[in-house]
C-alpha cells in the first residue's frame, strides 16, 4: 500500500515537473527576441520537459502495473539524442539563410571569421 | 490525486502548445516556424505519455518512438531544403 502511494507520488512529481519545464519552454519561444534565442528555449527546456515526462510514466508502468517498457527507455534515449541536433540544423539553415540576430547582439565569431578568410556569404 | 494531477498536467501542455501555435502562426522568419513546429511535436509526445497513463494502457507506447522520429526527420529535411534548396540531391559531381 505505502509503496504503491510512494510510485504515485514519483510519478507525479515527475509529469507535474515536466509540463511545467514544457511551459516555460513556450514561453521562452513567444517572448524572446530573435531566432537563435528562441531555439535556445525550444530544444533546451522541450527536451528537458519532455524526457522528465517520459521518466514519469516509465516509473508508473514500472512500479504499479508492474513490467518494463523498454520503449519509453528507447524514447527517452532518442529524444536526448535527436532534438538538439535537429535545433542545431535548423540554426546552421538560419544562419546560412541570413536570418537576422537581435540588434542588440554584440558578438558574431563566425561572420568575423568569413570576413576574414573572404568567404562570402 | 494522481489523477488530478495528470490533468493539470495535460493542461498546462495544452497551454504550451497554443503558444507554440502562436510562434507557429506569427514567427517572422521560417526557421522560427519550423522550431515551433519541432517544439509542438514534442510536445505531442509527452502528450501521448499522459493520456496512456491516464487510460491505464501500454498500447501507445509505440507511438511515442514513432513522433520522435518523424519529427526529427521533418526538422532535418526542412533544414536541409531551407540551406540547399533541394532535400535529395542526384547530382554527384554538382559540390554546391
Known amino acids: ?121 | 490525486m494522481l489523477d488530478l494531477v495528470l490533468r493539470i498536467s495535460l493542461l498546462i501542455i495544452a497551454v504550451s502548445t497554443i503558444l507554440y501555435l502562436y510562434r507557429l502562426i506569427k514567427g517572422p522568419s521560417v526557421p522560427d516556424r519550423v522550431i515551433a513546429l519541432d517544439a509542438i511535436g514534442i510536445n505531442l509526445i509527452g502528450i501521448t505519455a499522459i493520456i496512456s497513463v491516464m487510460l491505464r494502457t501500454n498500447a501507445f507506447l509505440e507511438v511515442i518512438l514513432l513522433l520522435g522520429i518523424l519529427t526529427f526527420i521533418g526538422t532535418v529535411a526542412f533544414a536541409k531544403f531551407l540551406e540547399k534548396g533541394e532535400i535529395i540531391e542526384n547530382d554527384r559531381n554538382r559540390h554546391r
Open chain 1, 1 to 121: 500500500m505505502t509503496a504503491i502511494v510512494i510510485a504515485k507520488f514519483i510519478t507525479g512529481y515527475f509529469v507535474l515537473q515536466g509540463a511545467l519545464l514544457s511551459l516555460v519552454a513556450a514561453y521562452g519561444v513567444v517572448r524572446l527576441p530573435d531566432a537563435y534565442t528562441r531555439n535556445h528555449a525550444a530544444s533546451k527546456s522541450a527536451t528537458l520537459g519532455v524526457i522528465s515526462i517520459l521518466l514519469g510514466v516509465f516509473f508508473y508502468f514500472w512500479l504499479i502495473e508492474g513490467h518494463m517498457n523498454a520503449r519509453i527507455i528507447l524514447g527517452i534515449i532518442f529524444v536526448f539524442m535527436t532534438a538538439p541536433v535537429a535545433g542545431h540544423l535548423i540554426m546552421r539553415a538560419a544562419y546560412n539563410t541570413k536570418v537576422p540576430l537581435w540588434e542588440k547582439s554584440v558578438q558574431d565569431d563566425l561572420e568575423a571569421d568569413r570576413k576574414k578568410e573572404g568567404v562570402k556569404g
